[in-house]
């Protein structure tokens, strides 16, 4: 669902309020509640329900009839989680997007839905970053926060273990880089990640709930005619956005940076380049005045801080390992945001920073490893992955998104408490 503050109306739709609209994770179409659709169950054994026929708007969407004979897809009132077919009278609970016809999960139309947009280029270890978070967000820092993370579908469940956390968990082998959507189109991740949180002296606790999309794009697909559209429509969404920064992109980083490959040559894998990309989409998009800065909250992270040498990060607060609390440390968040704009600047990069604070009326700063040590030769490193503050952007998110309070230490405990907005 949209925020209200940045879309006072559905588009298409002036009378309907952004909080009776549901946001396709596929093609990213927005539309009031009651107009998804439904699709029959169809036939199955001695089951009466309709025969599959061939869905256009499927195959349209994914450029192929194969897989798009389904049962049909029908109309009724889509805040109803349950409708039964015109045609056979069975009941069914399958909800589709009325545009691409692309299934609904049901955990995805009843939680406030929050798209993150993941951008970055083919170098700066985008699908790593996915599949390492995620495993977070299962295990150690979903136990932290007291949530638990559920994929929304099917689709979902076998994309990631496919082709995030066999080959680079189990099998230890480096993802390939993220190809292009024209080349090899791509999927979201749709998850739902539920928090209980506790309540006061005399206040029952409670649970929120939060449909999170996680859909990564290569730095060339905003040049590229046949996905373009797409994207932008994708970035439009986009309730906050993660750029993803290779410091080996950074000339003047790479003196800093131990015993790691060269910088890629590619054209595209200019981070400022890339962010000024996005942000010209954004601003196109969103109809953004001359002088206005976006209010779509920013995360930009340097990555592969692993590589960095240790001198660098002594004393610093990079150096320090995050508490793991449940609550965002606001101080830690200061002091790492403060750091790697020092570093920015060291580097010569601090156009990068100045660039933001005139285009974003919200950003943040962040520095991190997702495998934690230096591959060798398409592997993992002997130790294994040992992520290093890599979920820190998306706990500044969920502060911002309202499902995580932030906090300042006192002597001994973590003291005043700030909730988020």
Known sequence: MLDKARFPGVRGFPG??????????????????????????GQAGRRPGCAPVLDHRLAGYT?????????????????RSRAA????????????????????????????GRIVALVGAKNAGKST????????????????LDASLVACDDRTIERYKRDFARPLLEERRLLPTTTSAATSPREPLVYLLTRSRAGGRFARGRTDSLALVLFDTAGEDLRSREVRDLHLRYLE??????????????????????DTAPPSG???????????????????????????????????????????????????ALQRTRAGVGVLDLDDREAVDEQVRAML???????????????????????????????RDGRVGEGGVRPYRAED?????????????????????????????
């Open 266 to 316: 590619d054209p595209d894998a200019e981070p400022i380049d890339i962010i000024a990309r996005v942000t010209e989409a954004l601003r196109e998009r969103r109809g953004a005045k001359p002088g206005d800065r976006l209010r779509v909250p920013v995360a930009v992270a340097l990555t592969k801080i692993d590589a960095l040498r240790p001198g660098l990060l002594r004393q610093s």
């Open 85 to 112: 077919c015109p045609d056979c009278g069975q009941e069914t609970g399958s909800r589709v997007c009325p545009e691409c016809h692309n299934p609904l999960p049901s955990a995805y139309c009843d939680s406030p």
């Open 129 to 144: 970053y996915i599949a390492v978070l995620l495993h977070e967000l299962m295990n150690r820092v979903g136990t932290e």
């Open 63 to 79: 450029g192929s009839t194969a897989g798009a004979s389904l049962p049909p897809v029908f109309a009724a009132p889509g805040r």
């Open 237 to 258: 969404a986009a309730d906050a956005i993660i750029f993803l920064v290779d410091p080996l992109e950074l000339p003047g980083a790479r003196a800093e940076l131990a």
């Open 345 to 375: 600047h060291d580097w010569q990069a601090g156009r990068l920073d100045l660039y933001l604070r005139q285009q974003y009326a919200e950003y943040a700063l962040f520095g991190l490893s997702a495998l934690g040590g230096i591959p």
């Open 393 to 421: 952007p998306l706990l500044w998110l969920l502060y911002r998104f309202g499902m995580l309070d932030g906090a300042r230490p006192g002597p001994g405990r973590l003291g005043r408490r700030a909730a988020g907005m």
């Open 16 to 41: 309907v309020p952004a909080r009776d609209a549901v946001t396709c994770p596929y093609c990213f179409a927005v539309v009031p509640s009651q107009r998804v659709r439904f699709r029959c169950r």
